[in-house]
Protein backbone atom coordinates (compact mmCIF):
# COMPACT_ATOMS: atom_id res chain seq x y z
CA UNK A 1 0.00 0.00 0.00
CA UNK A 2 2.59 2.97 -0.94
CA UNK A 3 0.83 4.41 -3.32
CA UNK A 4 0.46 7.02 -6.16
CA UNK A 5 2.40 9.82 -3.41
CA UNK A 6 5.04 7.73 -1.89
CA UNK A 7 6.05 6.89 -6.01
CA UNK A 8 5.90 10.67 -6.70
CA UNK A 9 7.76 11.29 -3.66
CA UNK A 10 10.66 9.24 -4.44
CA UNK A 11 10.84 10.62 -8.14
CA UNK A 12 10.99 13.85 -7.35
CA UNK A 13 13.10 14.23 -3.95
CA UNK A 14 16.44 13.77 -5.63
CA UNK A 15 15.68 16.80 -7.76
CA UNK A 16 14.81 18.86 -5.14
CA UNK A 17 17.83 17.76 -3.12
CA UNK A 18 19.63 18.64 -5.93
CA UNK A 19 18.12 22.10 -6.34
CA UNK A 20 18.59 22.73 -2.72
CA UNK A 21 22.81 21.69 -2.83
CA UNK A 22 23.34 24.22 -5.63
CA UNK A 23 21.68 26.94 -3.42
CA UNK A 24 23.13 25.74 -0.31
CA UNK A 25 26.03 28.78 -0.23
CA UNK A 26 22.62 31.00 0.40
CA UNK A 27 21.69 30.13 3.38
CA UNK A 28 23.53 28.79 6.68
CA UNK A 29 21.01 25.95 7.77
CA UNK A 30 21.13 24.94 4.75
CA UNK A 31 25.28 24.80 4.21
CA UNK A 32 24.84 22.88 7.63
CA UNK A 33 22.77 20.51 6.87
CA UNK A 34 24.89 18.80 3.71
CA UNK A 35 28.34 19.58 5.53
CA UNK A 36 27.82 17.66 8.49
CA UNK A 37 26.30 14.38 6.31
CA UNK A 38 29.55 14.90 4.23
CA UNK A 39 31.63 11.42 5.38
CA UNK A 40 28.71 10.27 7.09
CA UNK A 41 28.96 6.75 5.52
CA UNK A 42 32.79 6.57 6.20
CA UNK A 43 32.34 7.80 9.81
CA UNK A 44 29.85 4.90 10.17
CA UNK A 45 31.86 2.31 8.90
CA UNK A 46 34.87 3.05 11.04
CA UNK A 47 32.20 3.00 14.27
CA UNK A 48 30.46 -0.32 13.12
CA UNK A 49 33.36 -2.39 12.75
CA UNK A 50 34.34 -1.74 16.13
CA UNK A 51 30.70 -3.02 17.74
CA UNK A 52 30.51 -6.19 19.30
CA UNK A 53 27.88 -8.80 17.82
CA UNK A 54 24.91 -8.71 19.20
CA UNK A 55 21.14 -10.12 19.71
CA UNK A 56 19.07 -7.23 18.69
CA UNK A 57 20.15 -3.88 17.33
CA UNK A 58 17.25 -0.98 17.85
CA UNK A 59 17.13 2.18 16.02
CA UNK A 60 16.31 4.97 17.39
CA UNK A 61 15.21 7.98 15.15
CA UNK A 62 14.17 11.82 16.68
CA UNK A 63 13.64 15.36 14.62
CA UNK A 64 15.63 17.20 17.54
CA UNK A 65 16.28 16.77 21.57
CA UNK A 66 12.50 17.67 22.54
CA UNK A 67 11.61 14.16 20.28
CA UNK A 68 14.70 12.53 21.89
CA UNK A 69 13.60 13.42 25.20
CA UNK A 70 10.23 11.31 24.60
CA UNK A 71 12.77 8.38 23.84
CA UNK A 72 15.24 8.49 26.85
CA UNK A 73 12.39 6.66 29.41
CA UNK A 74 11.63 3.98 26.82
CA UNK A 75 15.52 3.15 26.06
CA UNK A 76 16.44 2.96 29.99
CA UNK A 77 13.72 1.23 30.38
CA UNK A 78 14.74 -1.38 27.32
CA UNK A 79 18.70 -1.29 28.37
CA UNK A 80 17.64 -1.75 31.99
CA UNK A 81 16.33 -5.40 31.29
CA UNK A 82 18.46 -5.83 28.14
CA UNK A 83 21.46 -3.83 28.59
CA UNK A 84 22.68 -6.42 25.48
CA UNK A 85 20.87 -4.38 23.23
CA UNK A 86 22.91 -2.83 20.55
CA UNK A 87 21.12 0.93 19.92
CA UNK A 88 21.56 3.46 17.43
CA UNK A 89 20.49 7.04 17.26
CA UNK A 90 19.93 9.21 14.96
CA UNK A 91 18.93 12.78 14.81
CA UNK A 92 17.61 15.37 11.65
CA UNK A 93 18.73 18.04 13.19
CA UNK A 94 22.48 19.43 14.15
CA UNK A 95 20.81 21.11 17.47
CA UNK A 96 19.64 17.68 18.49
CA UNK A 97 22.63 15.50 17.42
CA UNK A 98 25.13 18.18 18.85
CA UNK A 99 22.83 17.49 22.31
CA UNK A 100 23.08 14.13 22.52
CA UNK A 101 25.99 12.92 20.24
CA UNK A 102 27.88 11.54 23.41
CA UNK A 103 24.37 10.02 24.81
CA UNK A 104 25.75 6.82 27.28
CA UNK A 105 23.67 4.21 26.07
CA UNK A 106 24.06 4.67 22.28
CA UNK A 107 26.25 2.48 20.62
CA UNK A 108 26.62 5.49 18.00
CA UNK A 109 25.07 8.79 17.37
CA UNK A 110 24.16 9.63 13.94
CA UNK A 111 22.77 12.35 11.20
CA UNK A 112 20.15 11.09 9.06
CA UNK A 113 20.88 10.76 5.80
CA UNK A 114 19.51 12.46 2.73
CA UNK A 115 16.44 10.33 1.58
CA UNK A 116 17.37 8.70 -0.92
CA UNK A 117 16.76 5.13 -2.00
CA UNK A 118 20.10 4.78 -2.32
CA UNK A 119 21.47 6.55 1.07
CA UNK A 120 18.25 4.62 2.62
CA UNK A 121 20.12 1.30 1.03
CA UNK A 122 23.64 1.95 2.30
CA UNK A 123 22.50 3.12 5.73
CA UNK A 124 20.28 -0.05 6.10
CA UNK A 125 22.75 -2.51 4.84
CA UNK A 126 25.36 -0.64 7.57
CA UNK A 127 23.52 -0.71 10.68
CA UNK A 128 21.23 -3.54 10.42
CA UNK A 129 18.59 -3.30 12.81
CA UNK A 130 15.77 -5.43 13.71
CA UNK A 131 13.67 -2.79 14.85
CA UNK A 132 13.40 1.55 14.07
CA UNK A 133 11.36 3.48 16.47
CA UNK A 134 10.64 6.79 15.33
CA UNK A 135 9.18 8.86 18.05
CA UNK A 136 6.37 11.47 17.44
CA UNK A 137 7.24 12.59 13.65
CA UNK A 138 9.82 13.28 11.14
CA UNK A 139 8.98 10.80 8.28
CA UNK A 140 11.57 9.92 5.84
CA UNK A 141 9.52 7.68 3.02
CA UNK A 142 12.73 6.25 1.32
CA UNK A 143 14.28 4.86 4.64
CA UNK A 144 11.08 3.91 5.99
CA UNK A 145 9.96 2.05 2.50
CA UNK A 146 13.47 0.58 2.63
CA UNK A 147 13.35 -0.42 6.19
CA UNK A 148 9.68 -1.92 5.26
CA UNK A 149 11.64 -4.12 2.65
CA UNK A 150 14.49 -5.11 4.86
CA UNK A 151 11.93 -7.01 7.30
CA UNK A 152 12.34 -4.77 9.93
CA UNK A 153 9.95 -3.56 12.71
CA UNK A 154 8.69 -0.18 12.34
CA UNK A 155 7.05 1.54 15.67
CA UNK A 156 5.86 4.89 16.08
CA UNK A 157 5.81 6.51 19.45
CA UNK A 158 4.44 9.63 21.03
CA UNK A 159 2.03 9.94 17.68
CA UNK A 160 0.09 12.78 17.86
CA UNK A 161 -2.72 14.57 15.12
CA UNK A 162 -3.73 17.54 16.01
CA UNK A 163 -6.73 18.94 14.32
CA UNK A 164 -5.27 21.52 11.16
CA UNK A 165 -2.15 20.00 11.02
CA UNK A 166 -1.27 18.97 7.04
CA UNK A 167 -1.77 15.58 7.72
CA UNK A 168 -5.48 16.31 7.17
CA UNK A 169 -4.75 18.21 4.41
CA UNK A 170 -7.01 16.49 1.30
CA UNK A 171 -3.87 17.14 -0.64
CA UNK A 172 -1.56 15.34 1.22
CA UNK A 173 -4.01 13.05 3.19
CA UNK A 174 -3.37 10.02 1.16
CA UNK A 175 0.23 10.46 1.30
CA UNK A 176 0.05 10.20 4.99
CA UNK A 177 -2.23 7.07 4.71
CA UNK A 178 0.27 5.50 2.97
CA UNK A 179 3.14 6.75 5.21
CA UNK A 180 1.27 5.12 8.02
CA UNK A 181 0.55 2.15 7.02
CA UNK A 182 4.03 1.17 6.69
CA UNK A 183 4.47 1.22 10.40
CA UNK A 184 3.75 -2.38 12.56
CA UNK A 185 2.44 -0.06 15.38
CA UNK A 186 1.54 3.23 16.68
CA UNK A 187 1.47 4.23 20.14
CA UNK A 188 -0.33 7.87 20.26
CA UNK A 189 -0.61 10.24 22.95
CA UNK A 190 -4.27 9.91 23.30
CA UNK A 191 -7.50 8.69 22.49
CA UNK A 192 -8.58 10.98 20.05
CA UNK A 193 -5.57 10.29 18.29
CA UNK A 194 -6.16 6.94 18.14
CA UNK A 195 -9.60 7.38 16.66
CA UNK A 196 -7.93 9.58 14.39
CA UNK A 197 -5.81 7.11 12.79
CA UNK A 198 -8.44 4.11 13.13
CA UNK A 199 -11.37 6.13 11.19
CA UNK A 200 -9.67 8.96 9.32
CA UNK A 201 -6.73 7.18 8.12
CA UNK A 202 -8.02 3.39 8.26
CA UNK A 203 -5.17 2.31 10.52
CA UNK A 204 -6.19 -0.79 12.49
CA UNK A 205 -2.74 -0.75 14.99
CA UNK A 206 -3.50 2.20 17.03
CA UNK A 207 -3.12 2.15 20.51
CA UNK A 208 -3.15 4.54 23.12
CA UNK A 209 -0.50 5.11 25.52
CA UNK A 210 0.45 8.45 26.62
CA UNK A 211 3.43 10.72 26.25
CA UNK A 212 6.55 9.23 27.42
CA UNK A 213 8.13 12.69 28.15
CA UNK A 214 6.28 12.53 31.06
CA UNK A 215 8.22 9.43 32.36
CA UNK A 216 11.43 11.46 31.44
CA UNK A 217 10.08 14.32 33.33
CA UNK A 218 9.23 12.42 36.44
CA UNK A 219 12.75 10.32 36.44
CA UNK A 220 14.61 13.60 35.93
CA UNK A 221 12.53 15.00 38.81
CA UNK A 222 14.49 12.19 41.27
CA UNK A 223 17.78 13.76 40.51
CA UNK A 224 19.49 17.04 42.41
CA UNK A 225 23.06 16.41 42.52
CA UNK A 226 23.61 19.11 40.50
CA UNK A 227 21.82 21.43 42.97
CA UNK A 228 22.48 20.30 46.08
CA UNK A 229 24.81 23.27 46.94
CA UNK A 230 22.20 25.77 46.20
CA UNK A 231 18.68 24.45 48.23
CA UNK A 232 20.71 25.84 51.93
CA UNK A 233 20.62 29.08 50.27
CA UNK A 234 16.77 29.02 48.93
CA UNK A 235 15.35 26.66 52.39
CA UNK A 236 12.41 28.36 53.34
CA UNK A 237 12.26 30.77 50.95
CA UNK A 238 9.37 31.88 48.04
CA UNK A 239 11.48 31.05 44.81
CA UNK A 240 10.40 31.79 41.63
CA UNK A 241 12.37 30.61 38.76
CA UNK A 242 12.20 31.60 35.05
CA UNK A 243 13.11 28.66 32.87
CA UNK A 244 13.46 29.28 29.17
CA UNK A 245 13.33 32.94 29.22
CA UNK A 246 13.90 35.24 26.04
CA UNK A 247 14.46 38.85 25.67
CA UNK A 248 10.29 39.77 25.82
CA UNK A 249 9.89 37.49 28.90
CA UNK A 250 13.33 39.06 30.77
CA UNK A 251 11.07 42.73 29.97
CA UNK A 252 7.93 41.63 31.50
CA UNK A 253 9.69 39.47 34.10
CA UNK A 254 11.98 42.19 35.72
CA UNK A 255 9.37 44.49 35.29
CA UNK A 256 6.29 42.65 37.26
CA UNK A 257 9.11 41.22 39.49
CA UNK A 258 9.83 44.71 40.34
CA UNK A 259 6.18 45.71 41.15
CA UNK A 260 5.30 43.26 43.67
CA UNK A 261 6.43 44.29 47.60
CA UNK A 262 7.20 40.85 49.02
CA UNK A 263 9.27 39.82 46.30
CA UNK A 264 10.56 36.07 46.12
CA UNK A 265 14.01 35.02 45.25
CA UNK A 266 14.39 34.97 41.64
CA UNK A 267 16.48 32.52 39.64
CA UNK A 268 16.64 33.59 35.92
CA UNK A 269 17.60 30.94 33.37
CA UNK A 270 17.89 32.54 29.96
CA UNK A 271 16.94 30.19 26.88
CA UNK A 272 20.80 31.06 25.45
CA UNK A 273 23.95 31.56 27.01
CA UNK A 274 26.12 32.99 24.42
CA UNK A 275 28.36 36.00 25.50
CA UNK A 276 26.50 38.42 23.36
CA UNK A 277 23.02 37.22 24.91
CA UNK A 278 24.19 37.13 28.35
CA UNK A 279 25.65 40.45 28.24
CA UNK A 280 22.18 42.16 26.88
CA UNK A 281 20.75 40.33 30.06
CA UNK A 282 23.42 41.79 32.52
CA UNK A 283 23.31 45.26 30.90
CA UNK A 284 19.49 45.41 31.49
CA UNK A 285 19.92 44.13 35.14
CA UNK A 286 22.10 46.91 35.53
CA UNK A 287 19.70 49.33 33.82
CA UNK A 288 17.06 48.45 36.54
CA UNK A 289 19.54 48.80 39.33
CA UNK A 290 18.87 45.29 39.94
CA UNK A 291 22.21 43.33 41.82
CA UNK A 292 22.91 39.76 40.36
CA UNK A 293 25.19 37.42 40.65
CA UNK A 294 25.91 34.68 37.96
CA UNK A 295 26.01 31.00 39.16
CA UNK A 296 29.34 30.80 37.46
CA UNK A 297 30.91 32.79 39.83
CA UNK A 298 28.57 32.20 42.81
CA UNK A 299 30.50 32.07 46.67
CA UNK A 300 29.70 32.47 49.87
CA UNK A 301 28.53 35.96 49.95
CA UNK A 302 25.60 35.68 47.86
CA UNK A 303 22.19 36.42 49.41
CA UNK A 304 19.15 35.44 48.05
CA UNK A 305 16.94 37.99 49.33
CA UNK A 306 18.70 41.20 47.80
CA UNK A 307 20.89 39.06 44.50
CA UNK A 308 19.16 37.88 41.54
CA UNK A 309 20.63 34.60 40.80
CA UNK A 310 21.68 34.37 37.13
CA UNK A 311 22.19 30.96 35.70
CA UNK A 312 24.90 31.45 32.93
CA UNK A 313 25.32 27.76 32.04
CA UNK A 314 23.49 24.86 30.68
CA UNK A 315 22.29 21.76 32.07
CA UNK A 316 20.72 23.12 35.23
CA UNK A 317 16.87 23.77 34.34
CA UNK A 318 15.08 20.92 34.95
CA UNK A 319 16.80 20.06 38.41
CA UNK A 320 16.57 23.25 39.75
CA UNK A 321 12.45 23.44 39.28
CA UNK A 322 12.85 21.55 42.48
CA UNK A 323 13.83 24.94 44.37
CA UNK A 324 10.74 26.60 43.26
CA UNK A 325 7.59 27.56 44.50
CA UNK A 326 6.30 29.32 41.07
CA UNK A 327 8.11 28.85 37.52
CA UNK A 328 7.57 30.87 34.65
CA UNK A 329 8.51 29.45 31.38
CA UNK A 330 9.67 31.61 28.18
CA UNK A 331 9.11 31.28 24.93
CA UNK A 332 5.31 31.63 25.02
CA UNK A 333 5.62 35.53 23.61
CA UNK A 334 7.32 33.91 20.79
CA UNK A 335 6.84 31.00 18.32
CA UNK A 336 5.86 28.59 21.30
CA UNK A 337 6.45 28.24 25.30
CA UNK A 338 8.81 25.89 26.00
CA UNK A 339 8.57 22.82 28.56
CA UNK A 340 5.96 22.81 31.01
CA UNK A 341 6.04 19.70 32.55
CA UNK A 342 9.56 19.97 34.25
CA UNK A 343 8.40 22.91 36.35
CA UNK A 344 4.72 20.44 36.68
CA UNK A 345 6.22 17.53 37.93
CA UNK A 346 7.14 19.63 41.29
CA UNK A 347 3.86 20.68 42.13
CA UNK A 348 4.23 24.24 41.76
CA UNK A 349 2.13 26.94 39.36
CA UNK A 350 3.25 27.12 36.48
CA UNK A 351 2.70 30.45 34.22
CA UNK A 352 3.37 31.07 30.48
CA UNK A 353 2.71 33.63 27.61
CA UNK A 354 -0.27 33.61 25.34
CA UNK A 355 1.66 31.38 22.64
CA UNK A 356 1.05 27.88 23.60
CA UNK A 357 -1.22 25.48 21.76
CA UNK A 358 1.23 23.82 19.97
CA UNK A 359 1.96 22.15 23.19
CA UNK A 360 -0.95 19.69 23.77
CA UNK A 361 0.80 19.56 27.21
CA UNK A 362 0.97 23.00 28.24
CA UNK A 363 -2.95 23.71 26.84
CA UNK A 364 -3.79 20.41 29.15
CA UNK A 365 -1.99 21.82 32.09
CA UNK A 366 -3.85 24.86 31.66
CA UNK A 367 -7.17 23.24 31.71
CA UNK A 368 -6.50 20.80 34.43
CA UNK A 369 -5.94 24.18 36.78
CA UNK A 370 -2.12 23.61 37.13
CA UNK A 371 -1.20 26.83 34.57
CA UNK A 372 -1.68 30.56 34.36
CA UNK A 373 -1.58 31.81 30.56
CA UNK A 374 -0.35 35.45 30.73
CA UNK A 375 -0.74 38.21 28.55
CA UNK A 376 0.78 41.37 29.43
CA UNK A 377 3.00 42.92 32.35
CA UNK A 378 -0.04 43.58 34.72
CA UNK A 379 -1.88 40.38 34.64
CA UNK A 380 2.01 38.51 35.62
CA UNK A 381 2.38 41.02 38.11
CA UNK A 382 -1.30 40.46 39.50
CA UNK A 383 -0.45 36.52 38.92
CA UNK A 384 3.07 36.70 40.85
CA UNK A 385 1.08 38.92 44.12
CA UNK A 386 -1.80 36.60 44.55
CA UNK A 387 0.84 33.40 44.17
CA UNK A 388 3.55 34.96 46.29
CA UNK A 389 0.81 36.21 49.00
CA UNK A 390 -1.41 33.60 49.25
CA UNK A 391 -0.29 30.55 50.27
CA UNK A 392 -3.52 28.24 50.08
CA UNK A 393 -3.64 29.93 46.37
CA UNK A 394 -0.12 28.63 45.54
CA UNK A 395 -0.66 25.10 46.75
CA UNK A 396 -3.75 24.57 45.29
CA UNK A 397 -2.43 25.16 41.86
CA UNK A 398 0.98 23.66 42.47
CA UNK A 399 -1.21 20.38 43.44
CA UNK A 400 -3.44 20.50 40.23
CA UNK A 401 -0.11 20.56 38.53
CA UNK A 402 1.52 17.67 40.12
CA UNK A 403 -1.68 15.74 39.77
CA UNK A 404 -2.07 16.13 36.04
CA UNK A 405 1.37 14.70 35.69
CA UNK A 406 0.75 11.61 38.17
CA UNK A 407 -2.47 11.17 35.81
CA UNK A 408 -0.31 10.95 32.67
CA UNK A 409 2.08 8.51 33.62
CA UNK A 410 3.00 4.96 32.06
CA UNK A 411 3.39 5.49 28.83
CA UNK A 412 7.13 3.32 28.93
CA UNK A 413 5.89 0.57 30.01
CA UNK A 414 2.97 -0.16 27.59
CA UNK A 415 5.64 1.42 24.37
CA UNK A 416 8.15 -1.27 26.08
CA UNK A 417 6.08 -4.54 26.29
CA UNK A 418 5.59 -3.80 22.43
CA UNK A 419 9.04 -3.31 21.60
CA UNK A 420 9.92 -6.64 24.01
CA UNK A 421 7.16 -8.35 22.37
CA UNK A 422 9.54 -7.82 18.85
CA UNK A 423 12.31 -8.67 21.05
CA UNK A 424 11.22 -12.25 21.87
CA UNK A 425 9.94 -12.83 18.77
CA UNK A 426 13.38 -12.44 17.04
CA UNK A 427 15.83 -14.18 19.95
CA UNK A 428 13.07 -17.04 19.54
CA UNK A 429 12.04 -16.67 23.33
Given at each position: ???????????????????AKLFRGLHPKLETFFA?????????????????????????????????????????????KHPEITLFVSFLSDSGYNARKNFPDASIVFY???????????????IKPDLLLLMRYDFWPNHLLEAKRYGITLILAAAVLRQGSTYFNPVLRGFYKSIFHLFDHIYTVSEQD???????????HAETAGDPRFDQVFLRSRNGEKIEHLKPLFENRIVLIAGSVWEHDELLLLAAWQELEARPSLLLVPHEVNP????????????????????????????????????????????????ASIAYVGGGFGVNVHNTLEPAVHGIPVLFGPRYHNSPEAEDLVAAGGATVINDQKELAAALKTLTTDTLERNKTGMNAAAFVQRNLGATTTITAGIEHDYDKRAGC
Open positions: MNGFALSCYTRLFPVLLSTVRKNLFKELEQQIHKLPRSSFRLWVHAASVGEFEQARPLIAALKELPTDTRENAKRLLSLTLAFRQIFNYPEKMAQLYHQLQNRSLDFVPISTLNKTFDPERQILVIDQTGYLAELYAL
